[in-house]
């Protein structure tokens, strides 16, 4: 296996140059990313208000990662669907909506779990 390369920090370091674009670019392009980071200001400043504990902020920023994870994929599979196939195409388009399904889901998921440890904790206050 003559193609395979040897393990390099500078590399690996190098690679998440491309990971700090692609979030970047998350935020500076899409729309819907800034409703999330909307939303992510108002639970961190919530959170820091209600003095959440240790475990509630670890399922809070679970939550809030797993978000925005979904958020990029689905932005990847929108912008490589649309390079692949400009014009409209049935099975892309149910792709698509599957990966916006995905973000969809796990928002709602995350809004609950915002629920669960906000409402009586404001309640309380």
Request: hydrophobic share 60%; glycine share 4%.
């Amino acid at each position: 296996m003559a193609s395979e390369k040897k393990f390099s920090f500078k590399a690996r370091l190098h690679s998440f140059k491309y990971a700090f674009r692609g979030v970047f670019l998350l935020f500076r392009y899409e729309h819907n990313a800034w409703i999330h980071l909307i939303a992510i200001v108002c639970a961190v400043m919530a959170g820091i208000i209600l003095s959440l504990t240790s475990l509630e902020w670890v399922v809070i920023l679970f939550a809030i990662g797993s978000v925005l994870a979904a958020e990029a994929i689905n932005t990847a599979i929108e912008k490589l669907a649309d390079f692949i196939s400009p014009s409209h195409q049935v099975l892309i388009g149910k792709a698509k909506d599957l990966a916006a399904a995905a973000v969809l889901i796990l928002s709602t998921c995350a809004f609950i779990i915002g629920g669960i440890i906000f409402i009586p904790k404001i309640i309380h206050f």
